[in-house]
């Protein structure tokens, strides 16, 4: 029975670890340094939305874009 137990624990060691690091990877990409231009249409990002989400790597239209194409592929 201890064997159980100890698979338990190592399986919520594990779970830990997963959720540490997705968030230490969130983090770094919210802490990340975005661009002035867009990466799809190379227009100027704007002061609004760098200072909103200086890790902003796209323009508002075309972020708003590319999460409507996700959202119809589901």
């Known amino acids: 029975m201890k064997l159980g ?4 624990e190592l399986a919520e060691l594990r779970t830990a670890q997963e959720r540490d690091a997705g968030i230490s990877r969130a ?5 990340a340094r975005g661009r002035t231009f867009c ?4 227009e100027p990002i704007s002061s609004a939305r ?3 989400m200086p890790s ?7 972020q708003t874009k590319k999460e409507r194409q996700r959202g119809r592929r589901g």
């Open 5 to 8: 137990n100890a698979a338990f």
């Open 39 to 42: 990466v799809d249409c190379d």
């Open 56 to 62: 902003a790597d796209r323009c508002l239209a075309c």
């Open 27 to 31: 983090r770094a990409a919210v802490n």
């Open 50 to 52: 760098r200072q909103a």
